[in-house]
């Protein structure tokens, strides 16, 4: 199984102390808004790579006033090994973690703990920027595989670096050799995270009893094809550096990726559905995503699933419960109440997030 059993927050967000501890069933938590039950979310979410739930820096998380820093510990069960974490940023400074006692890097702490998330800010996926659609899908490739997150930021380096090439109109293609080889080699190696991806989803939809409509994906590019092979994509920077001078920036590449959705069922692209039909695919694609990797690795991931009751009747709602239940899977769910999660029964735990003065006080009912 892959859990958190125990949770401390310090100085985080709106807890100024909170000491939680758990036994793997699914978790409620409920309370009015703007009481902090998502501060608890994002807690979770940064023991997995990136900047967590919210994409926030480090100094953004802070408690205000006191700007005294963060911490946050957690015992970490991970495929039969227990693992003690800590994360922390004292006032101003990057995120620092430690496993174990030892300094260690977000790659690795992204090998013994799998997150996925769900939350409002994603409804409008479909409808959006490309650009959240390209972290959507880059975060379950990371999922399958942790060091997608490591060649991504290879490839950003090398690409800003290039870019500000083009925008001085440097035109000696010796300047732009070392970038263009270190983003083609990261560049194919993110393209072809992402196909893993999006047929690992596939196949675990295909073979899916689920309550929720089935997502038809495909990777697209702004213009023409991604270029098949390492080779392939450095010989297409090579040719398109004129061009790209004129434009100021990379033309060619995995970050003009796009991901295409359709509602199966209806052959209706995932953009134009209602919204609560937008709401149910990415309920099922996440769903989707932890059955793979329960395949792939032996346990399913961490769920964080926030304000997903309110969007969801109440079939719905049970029809959730009841698959996140058959998956075994450590599902952190908020609502503002405690009727939202009536289906779940004594099959849950339940926190209750009020807020005083600012502070966040977290019971067990």
């Known amino acids: 199984?892959?859990?958190?059993?125990?949770?401390?927050?310090?100085?985080?967000?709106?807890?100024?102390?909170?000491?939680?501890?758990?036994?793997?069933?699914p978790i409620a938590i409920y309370g009015?808004?703007?009481a902090g039950k998502t501060n608890i979310l994002e807690a979770v979410s940064l023991f997995s790579p990136g900047r967590g739930l919210r994409r926030a820096a480090a100094q953004d998380m802070v408690r205000r006033p006191e700007a005294l820093g963060w911490k946050l510990t957690g015992i970490v069960k991970s495929l039969?090994?227990?693992?003690?974490?800590?994360?922390?940023?004292?006032?101003?400074?990057?995120?620092?973690?430690?496993?174990?006692?030892?300094?260690a890097s977000q790659l690795a702490l992204g090998r013994i703990s799998r997150i996925l998330w769900l939350v409002p800010s994603m409804d409008r996926l479909w409808v959006e920027g490309a650009d959240g659609r390209?972290?959507?899908?880059?975060?379950?490739?990371?999922?399958?595989?942790?060091?997608h997150a490591e060649v991504s930021l290879i490839y950003e380096k090398a690409m800003r670096e290039r870019n500000r090439l083009l925008k001085d109109q440097?035109?000696?293609a010796g300047w732009y050799g070392a970038l263009e080889a270190q983003m083609a080699s990261a560049g194919h190696a993110i393209h072809c995270g992402r196909i893993e991806a999006l047929s690992l989803l596939a196949?675990?939809?295909d073979q899916a009893a689920t309550a929720f409509p089935v997502a038809e994906l495909e990777l697209t590019l702004t213009e023409g094809e991604m270029p098949e092979t390492e080779d392939d994509l450095r010989d297409a920077l090579a040719e398109s550096r004129f061009r790209d001078i004129a434009a100021g920036r990379t033309l060619v590449g995995p970050h003009r990726a796009d991901l295409y959705g359709v509602f199966a069922a209806k052959?209706?692209?995932?953009?134009?559905?209602?919204?609560?039909e937008q709401k149910a695919l990415l309920v099922s694609l996440i769903l989707a995503n932890a059955r793979a990797l329960a395949e792939r690795i032996g346990a399913p991931p961490i769920l964080l699933l926030d304000e997903v009751a309110a969007h969801l009747d109440a079939d719905r709602r049970a029809a959730l419960y009841d698959e996140v239940c058959a998956l075994g899977a450590q599902a952190w769910m908020t609502g503002t109440g405690a009727e939202l999660f009536q289906?779940?029964?004594?099959?849950?735990?339940y926190l209750e997030i009020t807020e005083t003065d600012g502070v966040s006080e977290v019971a067990v009912p």
């Open 343 to 349: 289906e779940l029964g004594e099959r849950a735990q």
């Open 80 to 103: 039969g090994r227990t693992h003690e974490v800590e994360i922390w940023s004292d006032a101003g400074s990057a995120r620092q973690v430690r496993i174990d006692g030892k300094a």
């Open 32 to 34: 009015p808004n703007g």
């Open 203 to 205: 196949a675990a939809q």
């Open 1 to 25: 199984m892959l859990c958190l059993t125990d949770l401390t927050l310090s100085h985080f967000r709106s807890h100024k102390v909170a000491r939680l501890s758990f036994d793997g069933r």
């Open 134 to 147: 390209r972290r959507f899908l880059d975060r379950m490739a990371m999922s399958f595989e942790p060091s």
């Open 170 to 172: 440097v035109r000696d």
């Open 267 to 276: 052959g209706v692209p995932a953009r134009d559905c209602s919204t609560g």
